[in-house]
């Protein structure tokens, strides 16, 4: 099924790119050139053959900053997602497949936390809770549930009255069966690219809380983190805050020409003709 | 009135079409983009005034060629080769001006779903005379008294005023008379009927088809007429066209093709209902019993099924006939648990079966087996067919292995299918194999009952017909009882023992087949039965001359 | 305009308040589920059990939740915000001028990007498939990946830095003229639309497309009618509704993004007092300013759907 040579030339990039900032945050001890808190040089210095990307706000080498940074902000992202994800899916398609008031309750809480801004909330809850890995992870995971939630129940909701899956009730299949092997593989495909989807956003929500002070806190610091650090050099046409910034949106835009792809193959199976 | 300028030949047909070509860009799934051709070099013309049927299966082209008389071509179908001559000039070559022109003045479209074709936002009368307006055919007032005067040949209720109500408003059978009026209204020298009655119930078909036919004849304008039904086409047209698969098939007069076909395939679909099935005894007392069974959606509020009381024979055929609406497939669900029913049993085998699917047991399960209309959906699309058959001899039997893969083998070949279709997704089949596997799938269940939910309605002719002469033969073998449901009376013909009329949610007529097909009839089986269009010349004007009840849509 | 829609569009409303009745609830919930308590939180493990106690005494925190929570919206209803833990200061009278400024920068932000977006979607679908369609799904696709900051600081160094067109911080004060506000708003509104066009130009497009791709307009174009008057007379009337959902989502998504981007042109708004307030750990403000977003959030929404609703043939002309 999978043809190398069928994989159009964006998705190469996204997938080269993705695999590159994986490797850097894999890795990290082993790339980076410089300890991530070791003061090496002058305050913003620029970029030079002994600090690729220049030095930062306190002289510390950017370059290994940013490895450094590219494995927290992919692993709290990773770590979010897996969570939102985990927690979103199997609650979506229990409400859809069990229906009743498990359904109406969930569905109407969910309603109720994406009332509110995501964003706002999570400043309403940071605002009390101490600003810890495992607070982020939790409270980035479990709003973003409410996401995933809706797509999958949704999903499952519209598979769950196709007359296959009445047939396997009909013959009187149980409820893992039907939520497994029936409609699990059929939803598998618009599941997978929303995972993309909602790695991207935890990647700019997390640099989003970092950039305001309520995500990583120093002396750690993901890319967001890092922006927040840099950001007075601006003024001073030092843009050092520019490249933990460009290295988000690019991770963001690689993952996103992945899960495009994956989205466009699986549409794919059906077929069928196009709109000239 | 506008002056009428264009070229006329008298001498020569109003639409001549040569060598036409059309082809497609299909995007096949894991493949490169291929054009595939949907209409392989065919030529006809048409007199001015005259009807001509375009007949054929799903995929033979008609919709295609219908529509290349206006040079349009839907989604990514394109006009590759030949001529389009209409009033003496190749419209091809006509430009874009000169297409617009033409589109909605000389040629008007009716299409299948009027209730999809008429835009919801705006009133019924607006877009009636919108074309007549545009190509300043009539003044508004005069395209609109033109329309009311439509509408009444087309007898529609309360013509003066129907017009001013939006789409949503209006009833589908009312509708596709609308918008057949709005094709008349700026009169075209031609007009493209594409399977104007199809979506229709069959009560409300032949008023339609009757309004139709006489508006066609009042006017003097020319028809093609598309349809799938070779009765249908044969009431209206004057020559019919027969093509399968983008190619030309027979071409004849309505009495040649219908009385003495010269191709085989014309053959088939003309004795397309004439399977001959013997009625059996009623001796064997019923092992399925319905009693005053009443269901009810939302909560009892609307009330589906009333009072329902019927039997089933071991081996034999129950026909549920109705029209949409009758309730028939929701006696279905409740006889299988899937609709718990408020009042009334039903009694399998000598014992009462629990109102909810859930309470029942394994075997009251396995015994009473579901067929659906919808083929391709009644399958998991990721699932093979070895699994799809498979699952239920795992489930029931507890089979598995060899013993399984040597069963789900000879089930394929009692469906008339190989072993090679095995390890097949459900997409790779065609419409008439996945109902196959879906018969396969029930009877791995050995059941003694299988209910039949418009199996065939969703198929082609004569594959439809493969299918009921499959489950016929399937019957004689395995001595299988079918709950069959259609809205097609001419399938009950040829599969029924005994028949049910259903009408609005209550059994309106029942008995073995051969009491309830003979008179005297009760109104609406009488309305039901008149309404079936018959391969004859003339039927649809002694159908209507004979009709004693409205039609029910009215 | 018919007793059904006004009884559907009042139903709307009402279900709006419940929400945002039920929100606060949340919101106030959000702010109780420290383990230890506000108190502590706020003056960190080092505080001596009286300045606790203290502190407590002063929140009200030894009443039970539900009082305290009435309390709250009690005040909430009356006007009466509470009054800032770090400053003292009342919390309705910062808010008032903050509020005005955030929503004149969402306003400008809103004037630019919601005629701009409609544009290109129209372009994206009269060219469909075409190589401005794809320049634009493609660019759209890139701008949905960008942080607000990227292209916040991107302004700016260019801008501000670079070539000193416009200020990179965005300073703002009572009767300042019209046209210097203008020009102080200038990088922070234009960040905004950028924010927002690609999205809401995308989920246009797709409003659009799937108008145009109805039976309706084949029968519209099986008439003779000319592309323009396809799209004026046919497809327009139908795209209203689901081009102002899409408008309104945009809307409550561009008042969300003005927190970040008050934060990078450190323009006195909501956003800038949020964030400032959260940092500190104020909670009243905190509970106070998260309720106002979710109200403008919620109003949004409840537009968007009253827009459907009036638009919607078949409920302005039931049967």
């Not at chain 2, 069959?202 to 304008?221: E, F, H, N, P, S």
């Not at chain 2, 399937?474 to 001419?490: K, M, N, R, S």
């Amino acid at each position: 099924m999978l043809d190398l040579k069928r994989i159009p030339v964006t998705a190469w990039i996204g997938l080269v790119l993705t695999a590159g900032f994986l490797i850097c945050a894999i890795f990290a001890p082993w790339i980076a050139p410089y300890g991530k808190g070791e003061i090496v040089g002058d305050v913003w210095a620029p970029a030079s053959g002994q600090f690729w990307l220049g030095t930062d706000n306190l002289g510390r080498d950017l370059l290994s900053r940013m490895i450094y940074g590219a494995r927290t902000t992919i692993f709290i992202a990773v770590m979010a997602t897996a969570l939102s994800f985990s927690l979103g899916s199997i609650l979506g398609l229990t409400a859809a497949v069990v229906g009743g008031w498990l359904d109406t309750g969930m569905s109407r809480f969910v309603d109720l936390l994406m009332a509110i801004p995501t964003l706002i909330f999570a400043l309403v809850v940071l605002s009390v809770l101490p600003s810890t890995l495992v607070t982020l992870i939790l409270v980035m995971g479990i709003l973003d549930s409410t996401r995933v939630y809706r797509l999958s129940r949704a999903v499952a909701v519209d598979i769950n009255v196709m007359d296959f899956v009445e047939a396997a009730k009909l013959r009187g299949e149980g409820k893992g069966w039907i939520i497994f092997r029936e409609i699990l593989p059929n939803a598998l495909s618009p599941l997978v690219s929303e995972l993309g989807l909602r790695f991207i956003y935890a990647v700019l929500f997390l640099s989003a809380l970092s950039f305001l002070g309520l995500g990583v806190q120093p002396p750690d610091a993901d890319w967001g983190g890092m922006v927040k650090e840099n950001k007075d050099g601006i003024v001073f046409g030092i843009p050092a805050a520019l490249i933990p910034a460009a290295a988000i949106a690019i991770l963001a835009i690689s993952v996103n020409l992945v899960a495009d792809w994956v989205l466009n193959r699986t549409t794919d199976l059906k077929g069928g003709r196009g709109n000239g | 009135m506008a002056k009428d300028t264009r070229p006329v030949d008298p001498s020569g047909p109003l639409l001549d079409i040569r060598n036409l070509r059309i082809e497609a860009k299909v995007y096949p799934p894991g493949e490169a983009p291929r054009t595939i051709t949907l209409v392989h070099d065919v030529s006809l013309s048409l007199q001015k005034g005259k009807v001509l049927g375009l007949i054929g299966e799903s995929g033979a082209g008609k919709s295609t060629i219908g529509l290349s008389s206006m040079a349009y071509g839907r989604g990514g179908v394109k006009i590759a080769g030949g001529e389009i001559i209409l009033n003496g000039r190749d419209i091809r070559k006509g430009g874009t001006q000169g297409i617009r022109a033409l589109r909605g003045r000389e040629v008007c479209y009716v299409a299948q779903s009027a209730a999809a074709a008429f835009n919801p936002a705006h009133r019924l009368m607006d877009q009636v005379v919108e074309a007549s307006i545009l190509h300043g055919v009539a003044s508004r007032a005069e395209a609109e008294r033109r329309a009311v005067a439509l509408f009444k040949k087309l007898s529609l209720p309360d013509p003066e005023n129907i017009g001013q109500r939006f789409p949503h408003q209006v009833s589908g059978g009312q509708l596709q008379r609308v918008m057949t009026a709005m094709a008349l209204c700026s009169e075209p020298d031609l007009i493209v009927f594409d399977e104007p009655t199809t979506a229709l119930d069959v009560t409300t078909q032949i008023d339609v088809l009757a309004a139709i036919k006489d508006a066609i004849r009042d006017t003097g304008v020319a028809a093609l007429y598309i349809s799938h039904d070779l009765a249908v086409v044969a009431q209206v047209s004057d020559e019919i066209m027969v093509l399968r698969h983008g190619k030309l098939v027979e071409w004849g007069g309505t009495r040649q093709i219908i009385k003495e076909p010269r191709q085989e395939y014309t053959s088939a679909l003309v004795s397309v209902h004439e399977i001959e099935h013997q009625e059996k005894e009623p001796g064997a007392s019923p092992f399925l019993s319905v009693r005053n069974v009443t269901a009810a959606y939302g909560g009892g509020k609307i009330k589906v099924l009333k009072n329902v009381s019927v039997d089933i024979l071991p081996g034999q055929t129950l026909a549920v006939v109705g029209e949409s609406g009758s309730g028939k497939s929701t006696l279905a669900r409740a006889i299988t648990g899937l609709l718990p029913p408020e009042q009334g049993s039903i009694t399998f085998a000598g014992r009462t079966l629990s109102n909810r699917l859930a309470d029942r047991s394994r075997d009251d399960l396995r015994e009473l087996q579901m067929i659906y209309q919808m083929a391709d959906v009644a399958m998991n699309p990721r699932q093979t067919v070895g699994t799809i058959i498979g699952r239920p001899l795992e489930f029931y039997f507890g089979m598995g292995g060899r013993e399984r893969d040597a069963k789900v083998a000879e089930l394929l070949e009692k469906i008339e299918m190989g072993r090679g279709f095995v390890d097949r997704y459900p997409a790779e089949l065609s419409g008439g194999q996945k109902q196959r596997v879906c018969i396969a799938r029930a009877l791995a269940a050995k059941p003694r009952l299988i209910i039949c939910d418009e199996v065939t309605s969703a198929l082609d002719p004569l594959v439809a017909n493969g299918i009921l002469k499959l489950l016929l033969g399937l019957q004689a073998e395995e001595g299988v009882a079918y709950l069959f449901i259609t809205h097609d009376l001419a399938t009950v013909k040829s599969i029924a023992d005994s028949i049910a009329v259903m009408y609005r949610g209550e059994v309106v007529r029942y008995g073995p087949k051969s009491e309830v097909l003979e008179p005297p009839f009760d109104a609406y089986t009488d309305l039901l039965l008149s309404s079936v269009p018959e391969m004859e010349i003339g039927w649809l004007e002694k159908a209507i001359s004979g009709r004693r009840m409205a039609s029910a849509g009215n | 305009m018919s007793s059904p829609i006004l009884k559907l569009i009042a139903q709307r409303v009402a279900l709006g308040l419940l929400l945002l009745l039920a929100v606060s609830v949340l919101i106030f919930a959000g702010t109780q589920i420290l383990p230890g308590d506000v108190a502590q939180s706020i003056l960190g493990q080092s505080a001596t059990p009286q300045a606790l106690a203290n502190l407590r005494e002063e929140l009200g925190l030894n009443d039970p939740a539900i009082v305290r929570y009435f309390r709250w919206l009690g005040g909430i209803l009356t006007g009466d915000l509470g009054t800032a833990l770090s400053s003292r200061q009342d919390i309705a009278t910062a808010i008032g001028g903050r509020l005005w400024n955030t929503l004149f920068l969402a306003f400008w932000a809103a004037i630019v990007s919601v005629p701009l977006a409609i544009l290109l979607g129209l372009l994206a679908v009269r060219y469909r498939n075409g190589w401005i369609d794809k320049t634009i799904s493609g660019l759209a696709l890139a701008s949905t990946s960008l942080p607000e900051f990227f292209v916040g600081y991107l302004l700016v160094y260019f801008f501000a830095v670079k070539w000193q067109i416009f200020p990179g911080i965005s300073t703002v004060y009572d009767g300042m003229p019209f046209l210097e506000r203008m020009k102080a708003i200038a990088l922070p509104a234009t960040a905004l639309t950028l924010v927002v066009l690609a999205h809401m130009m995308r989920m246009t497009r797709a409003a659009i497309l799937n108008v145009m791709q109805s039976a309706y307009i084949e029968t519209a174009e099986l008439k003779g009618l000319s592309p323009f008057d396809i799209i004026r007379k046919h497809a327009f009337p139908n795209a209203i509704a689901p081009i102002i959902n899409v408008v309104m989502l945009n809307l409550a998504f561009l008042i969300v993004g003005v927190v970040v981007i008050e934060v990078i042109f450190v323009y006195p708004g909501m956003g800038q007092y949020l964030v400032d307030h959260v940092a500190k750990r104020d909670v009243p403000v905190v509970q106070a300013v998260g309720l106002i977003f979710a109200a403008v959030y919620i109003g949004l929404n409840i537009i968007a759907d009253i827009a459907a609703i009036v638009a919607n043939p078949r409920l302005r002309h039931p049967k």
